[in-house]
């Protein structure tokens, strides 16, 4: 593969750059844009210059999606389509290393992290390859003379907007359903964290994608994510981010009634009753209170744990949360790694601060670690919180770090109304060994992912996304395509008359 740097072999104080814009199918130079700083958060040093797109840029990928939405891509069968997703899958997978290396230099996940997100990330194009050839409508039975039948066509031009928190797989999860349905997509990352999908374009260049089905292009954005967002020639906005951002998506893209897909943040209620089996709760709560360094929308930062077992579960994990050893996102040896960036690090500690002020119980963590190894890098120690109360700051609001706010709570009515006491709703979870209690439970939790006796598990074949203002549609399982595709409904008059209805 062309171009591409061997972040393996990349000395630590090697500078990675990358100007040209990835637009209709070429390596550009920007029109309107210029080039930015990429910080490695695990040192606080700048690691990567990056070039970020003007708004006369984001025309120009704009343009291009329409002109290939027109062009040969609308001409492709299913069946090629598909060869092409499997392909993608393909050169994804001989590059994971390539892959987690670039996204833990830009984004400070750790690197063992990486490397496995990478390689799920090859099932996610596997999985949607699958599904390019069977985008089937239905044959409707009407009245005599009549024959009905829908078929599903693609949604048009998307603009895909990302977050910092997890890039390559925000590439994956929209442009994968999207080129199954015969979308084009224009792809905006995050300011903080665009590396991975420039590389990303290095490694598909060459694949014979029509010019302009793919672009990506970084920027801010307030600039340019807002023109993507109001620009007459785009269809749809897939987002992931904050709420209050896609709120603004919204009201700009109403200029041509768009189409969206949001993902938006999440507040979870992870619940522990009495009679669970609380040594495997125990895991599951520390794991999805400080994996991702606590950056992740599914985190489990609500810990609701029933009365009889709250001393026991809550004790434990702040042991486990102070014994966690924070440190470099490459050291094998790491258990969590920095805050992705410095605005990132500040929020965090200032809930911290808000906590204590709330008159939470800090039980474990509580600071930005200083030891001098670490020194410039955005770390942060895990952070436990005790005797918290659902209408406290640090559990109504969305950290994004790892702090866990532990509520205690007596009756199951209690531990249900505390749940769903949250305008968020992406993901919850519940432990309980009566079986009863774990449908009645789930059935009624407003989130649109509850794991029982068990959190975190993510696939390809399981759709994903928020009730309330945790997000709109899904992404994942077969309800992904429902975002790219539209219902045409054509009816054929088989008789070939047409009464003359006015008779005048
Ligand atoms: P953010 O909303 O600040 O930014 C997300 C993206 O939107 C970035 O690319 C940014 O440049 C762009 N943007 C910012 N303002 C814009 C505007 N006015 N118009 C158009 N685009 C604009 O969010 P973030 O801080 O990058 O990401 C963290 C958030 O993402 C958290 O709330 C987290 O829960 C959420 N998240 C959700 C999921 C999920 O699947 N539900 C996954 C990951 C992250």
């Known amino acids: ?119 799920s990330l ?79 374009a290095k490694l598909i260049q060459d694949l014979g994608i029509p010019p302009g089905v793919v672009s990506i292009v970084s920027g801010i954005g307030a600039e340019v994510g807002r023109h993507l967002s109001a620009h007459p020639g785009v269809n749809k906005i897939s987002f992931t981010g904050e709420h209050r951002t896609a709120m603004d998506i919204m009201r700009t893209g109403a200029v041509n009634l768009k189409r969206y897909s949001f993902e938006c943040g ?62 470099r996102p490459q050291d094998s040896a790491t258990h969590m790694g920095p805050q992705a960036h410095q605005a ?26 200083s030891s001098s190894d670490l020194e410039g890098g955005y770390y942060v120690t895990p952070t436990v919180f005790g005797n918290v109360n659902n209408s406290m700051r640090i559990a109504r609001e969305e950290i994004f770090g790892p702090v866990v706010s532990a509520i205690p709570f007596d009756s199951e009515e209690e531990a249900v109304a505390i749940a769903n006491d949250t305008e968020y709703g992406l993901t919850a979870g519940l432990w309980t060994n009566d079986l009863g209690r774990a449908h009645r439970v789930s059935s009624q939790i407003q989130a649109g992912t509850v794991w029982v006796n068990t959190y975190r598990f993510l696939r390809w074949s399981i759709p994903y996304g928020g009730f309330k203002v945790s997000g709109l549609g899904r992404e994942n399982g077969m309800e992904a395509l429902d975002a790219y595709l539209q219902t045409r409904a054509t009816i054929v008059g088989t008789n070939a008359t047409y009464p003359d209805v006015f008779s005048v």
């Open 1 to 119: 593969m062309k171009d591409i740097m061997n972040a393996s072999t990349m000395k630590t104080n090697d500078l990675y750059r990358q100007d040209k814009l990835f637009i209709a199918g070429e390596w550009v130079a920007p029109l309107d844009g210029r080039m930015a700083d990429s910080i490695d958060p695990s040192t606080g040093q700048v690691w990567a210059q990056v070039v970020f797109a003007g708004t006369r840029d984001m025309d120009r990928a704009v343009d291009a999606a329409n002109s290939a939405l027109r062009g040969p891509w609308s001409k492709w069968s299913p069946a090629q389509r598909a060869a092409l997703l499997r392909k993608i899958g393909e050169v994804i997978e001989a590059n994971i290393e390539h892959l987690a290396q670039i996204e833990t230099r830009d984004n400070g996940m750790l690197l063992s992290d990486a490397r496995k997100n990478v390689q």
């Open 344 to 369: 990132q690090l500040s929020k965090t500690l200032e809930y911290i601060g808000i906590g204590q002020a709330e008159g939470a119980q800090l039980l474990a963590g509580g600071q930005r670690v």
């Open 122 to 200: 090859a099932q996610y194009w596997y999985y949607f390859s699958g599904l390019a050839d069977k985008l089937e409508g239905r044959n409707i039975p009407v009245d005599d003379g009549y024959f009905a039948y829908t078929t599903r066509v693609p949604v048009g031009v998307v603009g895909a907007i990302l977050p910092w928190n997890a890039p390559l797989q925000m590439v994956t999860w929209k442009l994968a359903p999207a080129l199954a349905a015969g979308c084009t997509m224009v792809i905006k990352s995050a300011e903080q964290t665009p590396v991975s999908a420039y590389e990303f």
């Open 266 to 327: 999440g507040k979870a209620p992870h619940i522990i009753f009495d009679d669970a089996n609380v040594d495997q709760a125990i895991n599951a709560a520390t794991h999805s209170a400080f994996a991702l360094c606590g950056q992740s929308c599914a985190l489990g930062s609500r810990l609701l744990v029933q009365r009889g077992a709250y001393d026991r579960v809550v004790e434990e994990i702040a042991r486990r949360a102070s014994k966690l050893r924070v440190g």
